[in-house]
């Protein structure tokens, strides 16, 4: 999100997009309005004939959220666009469902106008990363040892309903602090989603006695911006020895990534989540990309 307050320009109209308009580069395309699978609404903001900055709602697939973007470009912010996109955008929202946007560190434009906004820090994400070409990150993952007992596989060598299970068990109560799960959707989530997985380096600890399945580290390959993600938890909160089994696992999907020759790879997760911050802390330094999810406030003149 960016914009600011400042030099407002008169001439600014805010409208949905057209199929004709000059989009000015800088800005993300954005897809079109939906009512279903999930609902979404995209307005504009035009001035001297060009679209100058976007403004985008949708609902979360599986929570009682609303994600909101707003983008201005560079030559046009600190006048007042950004401003008044969020407050047309949200005048489409149910005033009952919450506003959230996310901010890492590196875009600091982002969380300096969700700022000039109003807003809370609902759910912080450390998402370190890990540098596989280290000695450091070699010797990290050659450490992590499983607790005896259990077994990891590959994503690809389980069948996949008993992963997708997995995975639906872990994001509700890992969402939690974040709102309401309808656990009814995740279905339709988990197919969106897994169809990005790398199943080969993505991996799944299981219980051997019992077959269950007990953690979780899910590669997605080049996830935005080029990126290497993995998201990663044990399948239930209070699982006993979760933080060895968490890091074992995690441990063999980067394995797998360095002999691939991946450089650096990024962990996805809250730090809510019962066993992700002993991970992050054992982890040796790399940098990261520190994400907050923050809830805005209703314009000002909707107080």
Known sequence: ??????????????????????????????????D????????????????VGTASVSLSPYSDLYFCEVRVVPRYRRRGIGTRLYAAIYELTDRTIPVVTRAMSSQP????????????????????????????????IAQQ????????????DLPINRVEQAWATYVEWTHRPVGTVHTERLRDRWAEYSSGLDGETSM?????STQAVVALSLVTPDAWDGRTMIVCETVHEGQP????????????????LAARGHGRVELEGHSTDAHLPQLVRSLPPAGGDPMDILK????????
């Open 109 to 140: 434009v982002r969380r300096q106008f969700a700022e000039s906004l109003g807003c809370s820090v609902l759910v912080h994400c450390p998402a370190p990363w890990v540098d596989l070409t280290s000695e450091a990150g070699q010797q990290w």
């Open 241 to 256: 020895d979760g933080d060895r089994l968490l890091c074992a696992t995690v441990a063999a999907s980067l394995g797998r």
């Open 204 to 208: 799944v600890t299981i219980d051997a």
């Open 296 to 303: 805005l406030l209703p314009p000002r003149g909707n107080l």
């Open 145 to 156: 040892q499983l607790p005896d007992g259990y077994q990891t596989v590959a994503m690809d």
């Open 36 to 51: 279903t699978p999930q609902w979404q609404r995209t307005l504009g903001a035009i001035a001297d004939g060009q679209v």
């Open 1 to 34: 999100m960016n914009g600011s307050s400042e030099n407002e320009l008169p001439d600014v109209s805010i409208r949905a997009l057209r199929d004709n308009d000059d989009v000015l580069d800088g800005l993300p395309a954005v897809g079109p309005d939906a």
